[in-house]
Nanobody, 121 residues
Framework: QVQLVESGGGLVQPGGSLRLSCAAS????????LAWYRQAPGNERELVAA???????NYADSVKGRFTISRDNAKNTVYLQMNSLKPEDTGVYYC???????????????WGQGTQVTVSS
């Protein structure tokens, strides 16, 4: 099995910064793409940022220039650096990891438990 542990959420004032982490552990041969999603109350879950195995990243238009996604392959960890936070960034942030558990096995997608980010003065 694969476990994802998220950390780094919290309460921050507008204009502030937070760094989210998501560490994967368990039976892992390799990790393909990693991504961060968020869900605000009453809204559907939306993609915030994603990074491929080669390091290519893409972002939602609403966070471009403010958020940076990165990965540490040695630690099986993905990060989301969030700067210039706005109240509309408030929500529960979830990591999503595509894992190859064994050599030549298919990819499985796993979700983190979610971490609350609240941007408010």
């Amino acid at each position: 099995q694969v476990q994802l542990v998220e950390s780094g959420g919290g309460l921050v004032q507008p204009g502030g910064s937070l760094r989210l982490s998501c560490a994967a552990s368990g039976t892992i041969y390799s990790i393909n793409a990693l991504a961060w999603y968020r869900q605000a109350p009453g809204n559907e879950r939306e993609l915030v940022a994603a990074i491929t195995s080669g390091g290519g990243a893409n972002y939602a238009d609403s966070v471009k220039g403010r958020f940076t996604i990165s990965r540490d392959n040695a630690k099986n960890t993905v990060y989301l650096q969030m700067n210039s936070l706005k109240p509309e960034d408030t929500g529960v942030y979830y990591c999503n990891v595509e894992v190859q558990r064994y050599y030549r096995s298919r990819l499985y997608a796993y979700w983190g438990q979610g971490t609350q980010v609240t941007v408010s003065s």
